[in-house]
């Protein structure tokens, strides 16, 4: 976990809610907001966050433009600056705990932090806290929904091998990062691909960053991202000249910010202050500022994705 054309994953980070009739949001931040009235988010805290003025946001910190470290070691790009600006509706300062991707969750649920954000896709599996057999593994999370991103395919400057479709894959090998929604959309493909008779091998690792290496070196042909990562680097790295996106987006969803079910009071107050964020104009300015305006939303939606 752009720079697009419309949007609506590690991922990603990825999932959707357009089609449900959703909208999106996102929070934490510093500072306090105005005045507290009976419709101010800041009453729906729970006691022991707002008693603490801290909200703590695991995040896997390695996945520029939408969550990095400055060269301060500070949390830069769209969900730190986000979540600020919701930190600021409610009066709470963001503290950010970098976190591996695959790890985000069962720290959620060990009181590590109090939400996740960090380009999570909202999907079934995640909110129901099962595995791709269908059987329970956590006790599953709730998701604000804030923003929509896709699957893009990320290649090597010039497309040798003309990739262009997850068929194009087959009898290749691709880089991924691990326990990312490109991840599950790669395990379909392998399927696919095993019937047509042409393997896919698939390489995971602990970092989006080490997976590009492979596809950079040659030892892949290709890494799956969510789209505005994808753009980033292919704008970014090298001033542009080692990769290219080789797809149009696959599989849009939202983004959403993970809470555990029981926290229901946070997730609300979340919610409603991502809607005070979004209706200011900040959000826009945000995402403008990234390059990721196609993936705004139009207001915070509780559990919209697919």
């Known amino acids: 976990m752009q720079y697009i054309s419309p949007i609506f994953r590690h991922v990603g980070r990825t999932t959707a809610v357009l089609a449900a009739g959703s909208a999106l949001l996102t929070g934490c931040g510093a500072e306090p907001a105005p005045k507290a009235s009976s419709d101010d988010p800041r009453s729906m805290l729970p006691d ?3 008693t603490a003025g801290v ?32 930190g600021r509706q409610l009066g709470l300062k963001v503290q950010f705990v970098d976190t591996p991707f695959d790890k985000l969750v069962p720290g959620l649920h060990a009181k590590q932090y109090d939400v996740v954000m960090s380009a999570l896709s909202d999907n079934r ?21 804030y923003f929509i991103a896709g699957t893009s395919i990320l290649v090597k400057k010039g497309n040798p ?7 194009d894959l087959c009898g290749h090998t691709v880089a991924l990062q691990r326990g990312t929604t490109q991840d599950a959309i790669v395990a379909r493909q392998t399927a696919a691909c095993d019937k ?3 393997a896919l091998t698939v390489k995971l690792f602990e970092t989006d960053d080490q997976a590009l290496a492979e596809v950079k070196a040659g030892r ?23 990769f290219e996106v080789a797809s149009a987006q696959l599989q849009p969803g939202p983004y959403g910010i993970a809470l555990p079910k029981e926290s229901t009071a946070l997730r609300d107050a979340l919610a409603k202050a991502l809607d005070r964020v979004i209706r200011s104009g900040e959000y826009d300015k945000i995402l403008a500022k990234w390059n990721v305006s196609a993936g705004a939303a139009q207001n915070a939606v509780v559990n919209g994705g697919f």
């Open 125 to 145: 599996q995640r909110r129901e806290g099962t595995d791709d057999n269908g059987t329970q593994v956590n006790p599953g999370v709730d998701f604000v929904d």
């Open 196 to 198: 047509r008779g042409k």
């Open 161 to 167: 091998k003309s990739i262009a479709t997850l068929d």
């Open 55 to 86: 909200l703590r946001v695991g995040s896997d910190l390695n996945y520029a433009p939408v969550e990095f470290k400055d060269p301060n070691g500070q949390a830069v790009g769209l969900d730190p600056e986000i979540a600020e600006a919701i």
């Open 220 to 242: 892949a042909v290709a890494d799956l991202n969510d789209f505005p990562v994808a753009a980033y680097v292919a704008q970014q790295q090298d001033g542009g000249k080692t």
């Open 48 to 50: 022991a966050v707002r």
